[in-house]
DNA sequence: AAGTCTTGGTTGAACTTTCAACTGGCTCCA
DNA sequence: TGGAGCCAGTTGAAAGTTCAACCAAGACTT
């Protein structure tokens, strides 16, 4: 990079109220305001894609993630992470979920503290109905978008910041 | 499974359920995922290192918008695209920074119509304390995590994103 | 076997975001 | 000059999310 320069990550802070830090570079700070805006629009436009099918992009991971696992059902806190949602959020989303019909939850035998969401017919066969449309969005408005070298870049990018160890 | 697979961008639908469409392949998959949980990390980290100041990432992005901007005002449906929020939220967002003195509201002269938003020194303060901490984060949790390189990558990548057109 | 600690999940209230309706000012054209 | 239509911004209720407190069951300790 080259030197650093007094800004808020962005616009130059008056001579005399520098900050002494690393800032961006200008280029960083194009890069990562492309980021923002463009992570923004992109979900907007897959929310608006899955809204005619009356979910969201929460919802559709959820139903993914279900229906991709053995007897298309996961324990509640299994599934939060795997969705990236909070327990609570979780519970309240399958709490809808289940009033549409789309999930439902049984007592996990095993553990009777643990609870299943499993993915009803209903639900599977609204997740067969959107994801056509959802994947060619995806396409569309990402992966062409990008250009299969980028993407592939980006998976490795994202795979990194996975990577960063934080102290949660 | 490696090349274009029945699939719900994910897992295998059952073989008599196969939808006609072009699926993501299993690298494509991946990395559709990593950015959807990674970037989904990367927001849950910026907004904990805010929470410390009180704001939040959407909050902060008004903060930085204002600064760089000629008398550190702008015109509400402006900073809404800017900071992209709807008018609405901007509305609601602008009203609760308002009560913590962050911003003030005046009447534009030119456009009845119209309403800067308007940094107060308090703002301008808040603005300068978090950001070295904010800034840090980015670095440590986004551009080094990544590299430089990829870093860039990933500016133009999502530039591609916001370039592709859209009938909104 | 009791005591404590941890984990899985829910609850409800507080807060934020969305949605649709609305006010009032600008524009343009007859 | 007086609509018709559009643009800027707000409003309040509905929907969704977060937060902290909570209950119940497993696990570990003695």
């Known amino acids: 990079m080259s030197t650093a320069e007094a800004s808020t990550t962005g616009g130059a802070i008056a001579a005399d109220d520098r900050v002494q830090a690393r800032w961006l570079t200008a280029e960083q700070q194009t890069a990562w305001r492309n980021y923002l805006l463009g992570a923004a629009r992109l979900s907007e436009r897959l929310d608006a894609d899955l809204r005619k099918f009356g979910i969201d992009l929460g919802e559709y991971e959820i139903l993914v993630t279900l229906e991709e696992s053995p007897g298309r059902r996961v324990r509640m806190s299994e599934l939060a992470d795997r969705v990236h949602q909070s327990r609570s959020r979780l519970t309240h989303t399958i709490a809808r979920m289940e009033k549409s019909n789309l999930v439902v939850r049984t007592m996990c035998p095993s553990d009777r503290r643990g ?33 299969e070298q980028d993407f592939a870049v980006l998976g490795r990018a994202f795979a990194a910041v996975l990577a960063v160890e934080n102290d949660d």
């Open 115 to 147: 609870v299943w969401a499993q993915l009803t017919p209903t639900g599977f066969d609204l997740l067969k109905s959107a994801a056509p449309s959802h994947v060619a969005c995806v396409r569309r408005n990402f992966v062409e978008a990008v250009g």
